[in-house]
């Protein structure tokens, strides 16, 4: 088993900028890619970004593209993904996931591992 913990999320004005952190512990992290995903009220929950294990391998959904940054540091079993000009439609929880397979994909159903999510809110 492996257990993801958010962190990082909180409340920013519109422009701002928020770094989220999934820490992983418990079974080895190695060779598994990782990805973040969120949820807003009333909403499915979507794909926001993911990443290969090198970290050599990196997507983006279309809307967070020049804006948001995935990246990992394996050394500390921790995904990043770096926020900035944020907007009111970025409200949501952020789930971080993680697949025990290097390939990194768009749909949630290819995770094995999810975190507890951390809230991110954008005031306009």
């Known amino acids: 088993q492996v257990q993801l913990v958010e962190s990082g999320g909180g409340l920013v004005q519109a422009g701002g900028s928020l770094r989220l952190s999934c820490a992983a512990s418990?079974?080895?992290?190695?060779?598994?890619?990782a990805g973040w995903f969120r949820q807003a009220p009333g909403k499915e929950r979507e794909f926001v970004a993911a990443?290969?294990?090198?970290?050599?391998?990196?997507y983006y959904t279309d809307s967070v593209k020049g804006r948001f940054t995935v990246s990992r540091d394996n050394a500390k079993n921790t995904v990043y993904l770096q926020m900035n000009t944020l907007k009111p439609a970025d409200t949501a929880v952020y789930y971080c996931?993680?697949?025990?397979?290097?390939?990194?994909?768009?749909?949630?159903?290819?995770?094995?591992?999810w975190g507890q999510g951390t809230q991110v809110t954008v005031s306009s």
């Open positions: 418990g079974r080895t992290f190695k060779n598994y890619a």
């Open positions: 990443i290969s294990w090198s970290g050599g391998r990196t």
């Open positions: 996931a993680a697949r025990s397979v290097d390939a990194p994909t768009v749909s949630k159903n290819f995770y094995d591992y």
